[in-house]
T-cell receptor, first 115, second 111 residues
Framework: DVKVTQSSRYLVKRTGEKVFLECVQDMDHENMFWYRQDPGLGLRLIYFSYDVKMKEKGDIPEGYSVSREKKERFSLILESASTNQTSMYLC??????????????FGPGTRLTVL | GQNIDQPTEMTATEGAIVQINCTYQTSGFNGLFWYQQHAGEAPTFLSYNVLDGLEEKGRFSSFLSRSKGYSYLLLKELQMKDSASYLCAVLETGGSYIPTFGRGTSLIVHP
C-alpha cells in the first residue's frame, strides 16, 4: 500500500526558530512536493523536486528551503520561523510521467503553530 | 497560467445527489483531478479526466467538457461520511506534472 509519512502531526515553535519538516515516501516516486494549506486559500505549492538533489521553487517559496538527499525523503526547512508561517503543511509524491494519470499521494499533514 | 473556480461551500441531504462544479481557464489542458479531503486529513485521489465525457466509479462520477473548460463531480446516494472538501486540480500541457489546485468546495451532508 502506497504511503507518505510526515515526521510530526502537530508542531509548536517560537518565532525565529529553525524548523525541519520531514517527509518520506515508500513508493519509489521521482516527484515530491511541499504545500501549505490555509483556510480560503487552498493548497499552495512551496517547493517541489523531480529527482535527488534537484529542487524547484513553487508559487510561494519565500521563507522556505528544501533538501532532497535521498529519493524517498524530502525535507522542508523554515530558516527562521515567523507567525505568518503558521499553517497546515502537506507533503505529496507522484510518479514521473510524461503523460496520463499520475495522481499525487499525500501525507497526513503537519499542523505548525509559530508563536 | 490557470484560473480554477469552484463553489466555496455546498450543503445537501443524506441520500440525495449533489453536483460540484469546477471551471478552469488554461492555455493548454492536460487532465483534471478530483480529490477528497476530510477535515484534518490528507487529500485522497478520487478521479482523473483527460477526455470529454463521464467517468463513473461507484457512487461518484466525474464529467469533463474540454471545450467549455468545465468539470463536475457527481455524488449519488449521499452519506454523512461524504462531508468533506472536494478539490479540483488541473494539469497543463508542456510536460508539467504539477497540477494547480482550486480552493476546494466544502460539502456538508445533513440528515
Amino acid at each position: 500500500d502506497v504511503k507518505v509519512t510526515q515526521s510530526s502531526r502537530y508542531l509548536v515553535k517560537r518565532t525565529g526558530e529553525k524548523v525541519f519538516l520531514e517527509c518520506v515516501q515508500d513508493m519509489d516516486h521521482e516527484n515530491m512536493f511541499w504545500y501549505r494549506q490555509d483556510p480560503g486559500l487552498g493548497l499552495r505549492l512551496i517547493y517541489f523536486s523531480y529527482d535527488v538533489k534537484m529542487k524547484e521553487k513553487g508559487d510561494i517559496p519565500e521563507g522556505y528551503s528544501v533538501s532532497r538527499e535521498k529519493k524517498e525523503r524530502f525535507s522542508l526547512i523554515l530558516e527562521s520561523a515567523s507567525t505568518n508561517q503558521t499553517s497546515m503543511y502537506l507533503c505529496a509524491s507522484s510518479l514521473e510521467s510524461g503523460a496520463g494519470r499520475n495522481e499525487q499521494f499525500f501525507g497526513p499533514g503537519t499542523r505548525l503553530t509559530v508563536l | 497560467g490557470q484560473n480554477i473556480d469552484q463553489p466555496t461551500e455546498m450543503t445537501a441531504t443524506e441520500g440525495a445527489i449533489v453536483q460540484i462544479n469546477c471551471t478552469y481557464q488554461t492555455s493548454g489542458f492536460n487532465g483534471l483531478f478530483w480529490y477528497q479531503q476530510h477535515a484534518g486529513e490528507a487529500p485522497t485521489f478520487l478521479s482523473y479526466n483527460v477526455l470529454d465525457g463521464l467517468e463513473e466509479k461507484g457512487r461518484f462520477s466525474s464529467f469533463l467538457s474540454r471545450s467549455k473548460g468545465y468539470s463536475y463531480l457527481l455524488l449519488k446516494e449521499l452519506q454523512m461520511k461524504d462531508s468533506a472538501s472536494y478539490l479540483c486540480a488541473v494539469l497543463e500541457t508542456g510536460g508539467s506534472y504539477i497540477p494547480t489546485f482550486g480552493r476546494g468546495t466544502s460539502l456538508i451532508v445533513h440528515p
